[in-house]
């Protein structure tokens, strides 16, 4: 059952709710299924870039994993968490999609799963890991954005 316990089931989960939400409660709008698209597309664009950088430094992407490296460089510049940035992007996308305001509610709720769920066990690993490299990082660069 680890595989669902993973960050992109919970996206789908959080897409599904949102999709839910737009149909119970249809707020009058404006679709803008190209904006959505877009905003999608730059956030698979960072989850690409950031895939990138982790392969190039041979260190796993996968959550509840151990780290082999302290990936600083590509999208880790401006983010210590850029696939979840792009999974809040995403969640955006969505919305702007839908073109329906009230499902935009489950947004920060995503996100505290998502750091509670995940990256505060990966910064604790990441401290363990790289002690003071990471505490040096994590104090140049904010979680999210």
């Not at 996968?62 to 809040?88: C, K, W």
């Not at 799963?113 to 505490?135: P, Q, S, Y």
Request: no cysteine; glycine share 6%.
């Amino acid at each position: 059952m680890k595989w669902i316990d993973l960050p992109p089931v919970w996206l789908i989960g959080f897409m599904a709710a949102m999709w839910a939400v737009a149909q119970v409660a249809p707020w009058p709008g404006v679709e803008a299924t190209w904006a959505g698209r877009a905003i999608i597309g730059a956030a698979l664009l960072v989850m690409v870039w950031t895939a990138i950088w982790f392969r190039r430094r041979r260190t796993t992407i996968i959550p509840h994993m151990q780290p082999d490296a302290l990936v600083t460089e590509g999208p880790m510049r401006f983010s210590r968490n850029p696939i979840y940035a792009a999974d809040v992007l995403v969640l955006i996308g969505w919305g702007v999609g839908l073109g329906d305001a009230l499902p935009f509610v489950l947004i920060p709720i995503f996100a505290i799963v998502i750091e509670r769920r995940f990256i505060l066990a990966e910064e604790a690993r990441l401290k363990a890991a790289f002690g003071d490299d990471f505490t040096a990082y994590k104090a140049r660069v904010r979680r999210w954005v």
